[in-house]
Nanobody, 127 residues
Framework: QVQLVESGGGLVQAGGSLRLSCAASGRTFSRYAMGWFRQAPGKEREFVATTWISTTTYYRDYADSVKGRFTITRDSAKNTLYLQMNNLKLEDTAMYYC??????????????????WGQGTQVTVSS
């Protein structure tokens, strides 16, 4: 079991930056594949970024819409997952959710593949 708490959302102008954090508690953080998803009003939850481990190496993958602008990182010492978001666009406005999967080797862009979710943090980008 793991508990996830997101923070760092807010209101930012287009072109600005935000860093989201996801604090994990419970089972050892490094034993989970982690992801960020987002959901805008009236839309389905969509994949943003994920990080997983294979042998001793962490890998990352991103949605095409955020590649080159967003970076997912994890600090195992702090049990925290981050999402650095640069050059934010109006279409990035959404509730952002942190997710964890029990399989640390999982590489998935599908929300249903993740076992645990945080409560979300709102990101609003203004013009």
């Amino acid at each position: 079991q793991v508990q996830l708490v997101e923070s760092g959302g807010g209101l930012v102008q287009a072109g600005g930056s935000l860093r989201l954090s996801c604090a994990a508690s419970g089972r050892t953080f490094s034993r989970y594949a982690m992801g960020w998803f987002r959901q805008a009003p009236g839309k389905e939850r969509e994949f943003v970024a994920t990080t997983w481990i294979s042998t001793t190496t962490y890998y990352r993958d991103y949605a095409d819409s955020v590649k080159g602008r967003f970076t997912i990182t994890r600090d195992s010492a702090k049990n925290t997952l981050y999402l650095q978001m640069n050059n934010l666009k109006l279409e990035d406005t959404a509730m952002y959710y942190c997710a964890a999967a029990q399989n640390p080797n999982l590489k998935s862009t599908i929300a249903s593949a993740y076992n645990y979710w945080g409560q979300g943090t709102q990101v609003t980008v203004s013009s």
